[in-house]
């Protein structure tokens, strides 16, 4: 069974702080999809990255960037530089090899104070 | 990326009443859809994956008889909230993903449903 654990429930932060998000999995497949997600309050989930278990590169993509560890079974997402508009739930999820859903973290709710 | 609809957005209905939900993808073709439910602060629930032409396979403590799930063409699914009742009250997120890619799920922007 996959299981993901967002063990950070609300972060605060003041704005430009930077802020890690962590994001730990448990999987027995050898082939598998880590996903990140925002959810503002409008509730439409926004795709921010997809990570197979091949590729352990860290990605960086403008403020934000990942950290994927698979000897940790850990996938954490920094924002640098944090802004208000950055405030939203954040998700992180798994899937498996074949045709699988995937599977949601509980989410940590980001708030990002001016 | 492809897009994935729902409709309708928001949804205010009264107790005992049915509720559809559609979900369409728009630019391809969804061999399989899946239905989450999310309750305020919570995380996304799997509810049920649907393969097209197939009966739906819900997840365990998911009623089928209330939750009727059809997905009856490559670019449509819908949920069918039968008798809804408060505690039915949720964000219903359906999602879907094409053949040729199993990468790839993409995401509807979610139905509010309100059961007074």
């Known amino acids: 069974a996959q299981k993901v654990t967002q063990a950070q429930t609300e972060i605060s932060v003041v704005e430009k702080e930077d802020v890690t998000l962590d994001c730990v999995y448990e999987t027995r497949d050898t082939t598998y999809y880590l996903f990140w997600y925002k959810q503002p309050p409008s509730g439409e989930l926004v795709f921010l990255i997809r990570?197979?278990?091949?590729?352990?590169q860290n990605e960086i993509s403008g403020r934000y960037s990942w950290n994927f560890q698979k000897s940790t079974s850990s996938f954490n997402f920094t924002i640098t530089a944090s802004q208000v508009v950055d405030s939203a739930v954040y998700f992180c999820?798994?899937?498996?090899?074949?045709?699988?859903?995937?599977?949601f973290g509980k989410g940590t709710r980001l708030s990002v104070i001016a | 990326g492809a897009v994935v609809s729902q409709h309708p957005s928001r949804v205010i209905c009264k107790s005992g009443t049915s509720v559809k939900i559609e979900c369409r993808s728009l630019d391809f073709q969804a061999t399989t859809m899946f239905w989450y439910r999310q309750f305020p602060k919570q995380s996304l629930m799997l509810m049920a994956t649907?393969?097209?032409?197939?009966?739906?396979?819900?997840e365990q403590g998911v009623e089928k008889d209330k939750f009727l799930i059809n997905h009856a063409s490559l670019t449509l699914s819908t949920l069918t909230v039968t008798s809804a009742h408060p505690e039915d009250s949720s964000f219903y997120i359906c999602?879907?993903?094409?053949?040729?890619?199993?990468?790839?799920?993409?995401f509807g922007p979610g139905t509010r449903l309100t059961v007074l």
């Open positions: 999602s879907a993903r094409e053949a040729t890619s199993y990468n790839e799920q993409f």
């Open positions: 649907s393969n097209e032409g197939s009966k739906a396979t819900y």
């Open positions: 990570r197979n278990s091949f590729d352990e």
């Open positions: 999820a798994l899937r498996g090899s074949g045709n699988t859903p995937l599977v």
